[in-house]
């Protein structure tokens, strides 16, 4: 095996070990909801390429008021979905749109676009 | 009481504001759209454009004048590359920045999608060819230097024009929510200062005083306060006949005027509506998911980085073991492998057929609740019938009239019928409504006696007239010549036979039975056609339920089962281990229809029924109930095509673009291929999906 081949090879082996530690090893730190006077606990979610934030953090039993604000012309992120309780959401872009639910049990939950390719995690503590 | 009255206005107006908003977002989407498709195909035209002059000039030597002009390693071939690399970049720059956005975007989500592969495969590509156009001497031989700045840009425009025919066939997996929409009035024409004034229907408050002339479309839901007409209620309530309605009255909006001019209160407007209430019902399950999806979720949260994973290692393969030029190939291969990796089929294949099939259904009057319905109703086995008012019309009537010699049909019914009006038995009122309907006018009775148990005992037009049972028959004895046998033949037919003496003389006998709908028993034909084992379930005795089951051709009836037990005979069904549906017709069915795996609500639009079933059938017919099996059949099996289609795709797409034909029969896949093959897919998805909307009940 001459040099360039082991340069190669050893650059290939380092950027698959980045990307395993980029996308799937590295843990996101949540956003905890704030609880508004209305009893609601509120968090304004950016849709933009992705959910920002894409980890919220909200206690169980509490009723959840998520805005989203849709940034983007992409059809991709057109809806957003929140399978475990049973609710979608139509989302025009840049208007506000609220999607309220009832976190019962604690968990975590995954909201995502219809086709999963934005995803977000809903942490109920 | 001025600022009271303001203070509510303001209140409704901003009710009205939201179905404004809502009808407008909607109209906003589809110009989104529209302006997308449009931005999209620009960039389609711009990048094919300079694709195609990329192309030829990056093989020269494959055509015979350019051959002479640019031989390889020219100069003026330099000068050409050099201006296509610059070209190419403006390709990036315009038809494809989205990518590259979207990519960043992604990356920092720690994401990767469609846009990371596409920005990574043509990025490299025209990296690559920079780097040979200016720095040859860092490559060991000639060969190397090629550029490949064709790759990025007609892998950009095509998947440019992927995505524009995704959006418009995308577009096309709605339109039933567009119909639905489409449904509801534009305008009213309301009271306002004792004026008639014409008025968007968005603006329509709760209370206002709304005019309806013939042939119009009722704009709200409300109640008649002036006239009466005829109202055609087909496209909510699923009743085919136009229905009379008179003052206190309810009426739907998008329904249609008949016959007279009427006014009525509004007392729904805006998303309140029963209409709005359905459109949001469609929407809510063509959002929803369907539970086998689950594995896609599972896979493509892996996909993507799995995909550059893949070419890191199909580069470093060919790099190392590959035949020469192997930077070239390593190239090749790596480039080839990030564009032809699909994410998008995979993701669209279930959303896409769902919208379609539930979409279906609704322009079918079928409101099916979400994903998870869908997929239970194509795998059901048994289905139970309720008997009343889904098998039946659920209404008795008047069925056979038999009269005994002395006595003519005319005077019997026309003397029953008179003291029937007295009654408030529920017989009686069909025996009042056949006499009726076979044009006789009945008088009033002028002593009316009920014998409880038995029936009645009465007087009319000076004559005396017993009507009830063989009890009452025999307690006044009565001869019944006979009649005995045609009443226990009438009863073995699941009707309610009543004897009718006149004068202490046997009249006759009326029949009143709850009649079979005119198509269930073809429509129970179907469902056993299609493999289902078909249960009736009734609450009346077993005489009536297996004389009915009869006629429609139902074997296996449970009879006398008390409405609380509804619900336990369906469990029971579904301990043989079975999956069960449960069909009825209101509200009396609600936990049996919560039992079954599917709960079917038959002939109502209304939001009770909705709330308390799966699927809910706006016509009382039970061909609704075949065609909702037939299109959950159909849209399930449609996802089950998208899925092994997107699946299969990947599987089969991913090695070859790795190479491995390669060792065998030496073919490797060009990234060109790979971007014709990777736009193909995903518009093969969404057009197999909307190949659904010609589903036709068979």
């Given at each position: ?35 508004t006077s209305a009893g609601y606990?509120e ?20 009723p959840v008021r998520l805005n989203f604000v ?9 809806m957003v979905?929140?399978?475990?309780f049973n609710k979608s959401a139509r989302l025009p872009?840049g208007e506000t749109v609220p999607v309220e639910f009832m ?23 | 009481m001025k600022s009271a009255l303001e203070e509510g206005t303001t209140i409704e107006s901003v009710v009205g504001n939201k179905a404004v908003s809502r009808q407008v977002s909607t109209d906003r989407e589809a110009e ?142 709605s339109e039933a929510i567009k119909k639905l929409i489409g449904l509801q009035a534009k305008t009213a024409r309301v009271v306002r200062d004792g004026k008639e004034i014409d008025i968007p229907v968005e603006e329509v408050l709760v209370g206002d005083i709304v005019v309806v002339r013939p042939g119009e479309k009722i704009p709200v839901d409300g109640e008649i306060v002036e006239g009466s007409s005829a109202v055609d209620e087909s496209m909510v309530t699923g009743e085919s006949l136009p229905v009379e309605k008179k003052v206190a009255d309810e009426v739907i909006g998008a329904t249609i005027n008949k016959t007279g001019a009427f006014k009525f209160r509004a007392t729904k407007v805006g998303k309140d509506t029963a209409l709005a209430n359905i459109i949001r019902m469609v929407q809510d399950a063509q959002g929803s ?69 539930v979409g279906?259904g609704a322009l079918?009057g079928i409101l099916i609740r979400g ?214 017709d209101g509200i009396n069915?609600a936990?049996?229809l ?7 609500a038959i002939g109502t639009g209304t939001d009770v029924a909705i709330a308390a079933s799966?699927i809910t059938l706006i016509k009382g ?78």
């Amino acid at each position: 095996m001459t040099w360039d081949k082991i340069v190669v090879d050893i650059a290939g082996l380092g950027l698959i070990g980045f990307i395993v530690w980029f996308f799937w090893l590295v843990k996101t730190k949540g956003v905890k909801a704030v609880l508004t006077s209305a009893g609601y606990q509120e968090q304004m979610v950016l849709v933009k390429g992705g959910y920002t934030p894409d980890v919220i953090v909200v206690e169980h039993g509490k009723p959840v008021r998520l805005n989203f604000v849709r940034q983007e012309s992409v059809v991709c992120s057109e809806m957003v979905l929140f399978p475990a309780f049973n609710k979608s959401a139509r989302l025009p872009e840049g208007e506000t749109v609220p999607v309220e639910f009832m976190p019962k049990e604690p968990g975590e939950y995954e909201f995502a676009c219809q086709m999963g390719m934005f995803k977000g995690k809903l942490i109920v503590e | 009481m001025k600022s009271a009255l303001e203070e509510g206005t303001t209140i409704e107006s901003v009710v009205g504001n939201k179905a404004v908003s809502r009808q407008v977002s909607t109209d906003r989407e589809a110009e989104a759209r529209e302006r997308e498709y449009r931005s999209l195909m620009r960039k389609w035209w711009f990048g094919a454009a300079v694709g195609t002059f990329t192309m030829i000039m990056s093989y020269p030597w494959l055509f015979p004048v350019l051959r002479d002009w640019f031989p390889r390693e020219s100069h003026s071939l330099w000068y050409v590359w050099a201006g296509m690399g610059i070209a190419a970049l403006a390709v990036i720059g315009y038809s494809g920045w989205h990518f590259f956005t979207g990519a960043w975007q992604a990356l920092k989500h720690r994401s990767a999608n469609m846009h990371t592969l596409i920005a990574l495969g043509t990025g490299v590509a025209w990296i690559y060819s920079t780097v040979a156009l200016l720095f040859p001497q860092i490559f060991p031989s000639g060969v190397l230097t090629d550029v490949y700045y064709d790759v990025t840009v007609v892998v950009i425009a095509l998947v440019d024009l992927g995505l524009a025919m995704e959006l418009k066939a995308k577009g096309r997996t709605s339109e039933a929510i567009k119909k639905l929409i489409g449904l509801q009035a534009k305008t009213a024409r309301v009271v306002r200062d004792g004026k008639e004034i014409d008025i968007p229907v968005e603006e329509v408050l709760v209370g206002d005083i709304v005019v309806v002339r013939p042939g119009e479309k009722i704009p709200v839901d409300g109640e008649i306060v002036e006239g009466s007409s005829a109202v055609d209620e087909s496209m909510v309530t699923g009743e085919s006949l136009p229905v009379e309605k008179k003052v206190a009255d309810e009426v739907i909006g998008a329904t249609i005027n008949k016959t007279g001019a009427f006014k009525f209160r509004a007392t729904k407007v805006g998303k309140d509506t029963a209409l709005a209430n359905i459109i949001r019902m469609v929407q809510d399950a063509q959002g929803s998911k369907v539970p086998v999806q689950r594995i896609v979720d599972v896979v493509s949260g892996y996909f993507t980085p799995s995909v550059a994973i893949l070419a890191i290692v199909g580069f470093m393969v060919w790099y190392t073991f590959g035949p020469e030029p192997r930077l070239a190939f390593a190239l090749i291969v790596a480039v080839t492998t990030l564009i032809i990796a699909c994410p998008c089929a995979l993701g669209m294949a279930t959303p896409m057929s769902l919208t379609t099939g539930v979409g279906l259904g609704a322009l079918n009057g079928i409101l099916i609740r979400g994903g998870e319905a869908l997929q239970t109703a194509q795998a059901l086995e048994t289905i139970i019938l309720d008997k009343t008012g889904t098998i039946t019309h659920g209404k008795p009537v008047l069925t056979d009239v038999v009269v005994s010699r002395e006595f003519d049909e005319g005077t019997m019914l026309r003397l029953a019928g008179g003291v029937e009006k007295s009654s408030e038995h529920p017989l009686a009122a069909a025996i009042v409504e056949g006499a009726i309907n076979r044009g006789l006018t009945l008088s009033d009775a002028e002593s009316f006696n009920a014998v409880p148990g038995h029936g009645i005992e009465s007087r009319i037009e000076g004559r005396v007239l017993l009507l009830g049972n063989l009890k009452l028959m025999h307690d006044r004895k009565i001869p019944l010549d006979g009649l005995e046998v045609t009443a226990a033949k009438l009863a073995d037919d699941g009707k309610t036979p009543m004897y009718v003496a006149i004068d202490g003389k046997p009249a006759g006998i009326v029949a009143v039975a709850d009649t079979v709908k005119d198509d269930s028993r073809q429509a129970i034909q179907s469902l056993k056609a299609m493999g289902l084992e078909v249960v009736m379930m009734t609450g009346d005795n077993e005489r009536t339920g297996k004389a009915i089951g009869r006629q429609v051709g139902i074997e296996r009836v449970l009879a006398e089962v008390l409405p609380q037990d509804k619900a336990f005979n369906v469990q029971k069904l579904q301990l043989e281990g079975k999956k069960v549906a449960m069909v009825g017709d209101g509200i009396n069915d609600a936990p049996a229809l919560a039992q079954a795996d599917v709960g079917f609500a038959i002939g109502t639009g209304t939001d009770v029924a909705i709330a308390a079933s799966d699927i809910t059938l706006i016509k009382g017919s039970l061909r609704g109930v075949v065609m909702a099996i037939q299109i959950s059949r159909a849209t399930m099996g449609n996802v089950y095509q998208n899925l092994f289609g997107a699946f299969i795709y990947n599987v089969l797409g991913l090695p070859v673009a790795l190479g491995i034909l390669y060792p065998f029969f030496g073919i490797l896949l060009s990234p060109l291929l790979a971007a014709v093959a990777m736009s193909f897919s995903s518009v093969t998805v969404i057009a197999n999906a909307n190949r659904l909307k010609r589903w036709r009940t068979s």
